[in-house]
């Protein structure tokens, strides 16, 4: 959960501010009107898409009890009183830069888990054998896209002694943005298979891609299989690691 004013949110994504809000405390963030619930600590992100313009909901969102706002593109803001708007190139990756900024204020450790196959059913693992033991934060379902990884390491809290995030890229450079919003201490590769492979020159190229998730990591889990550890000597020559062959 976040603590941040709005602000120091403008400081973080680099934005301009316009309103008189500016110290509103911000604790969620939501960018679908559907989903908006304690709307005083709320920030409303209007998401850019192929389908959909989140600027097209500002005034729901509003009317929700929503009062701030990041936006990519400027509106009639004084058309929303006793609000305060955030104005950045890009509010996907303002949302990176906050969820990144918001992870870098935890000392814990954090496992990563990418691949082809299986990145959910092992972070589920992994969480049903230590919950028990260990206050965990996890990636919720599959949150592991460019926009569903800064919303899982947005959840974090101080309470949290482990968390466990995935992360699923579809095409090169993604996973460049992913890393230091996830910032593992421990990585564990998956099964690397066929699957979303078609942004990628070769599969080599695409586990060179998902092992960039791991440059930052004290310990590396992969299955030492087909080109993965050729590939894993490339890109993260000397890591610690643990690999098994099947």
Known sequence: MLNLTARQIGEIVQGTLYGDNE????RRISFDTRQIFHAHEVMFIALSGEHRDGHNYIKKAWDAGVRCFLVSRAIDFESFKDSVFILAGDTLSGLQAI?????????IPVIGIT???GKTIVKEWLYQMLSSEIN???SPKSYNSQLGVPMSVITL????????FEAGISQKGEMDRLE?????????LTYMGAAHSEGFESKTAKIEE???????AEYVIYQKKENTHEAFER???GKPSFSWAV
């Open 99 to 107: 969820a990144a900024y918001h992870r870098s204020q935890f000392d």
């Open 23 to 26: 110290g509103q405390i911000i």
């Open 235 to 237: 890109v993260l020559p």
């Open 115 to 117: 691949g082809s196959n």
């Open 180 to 188: 230091p919003i996830i910032r593992p201490t421990i990585g564990i």
């Open 157 to 164: 809290r101080p309470e949290n002694q482990l968390a466990i």
């Open 136 to 138: 965990i934060a996890k």
């Open 210 to 216: 998902k092992l960039k998730l791991f440059k930052h």
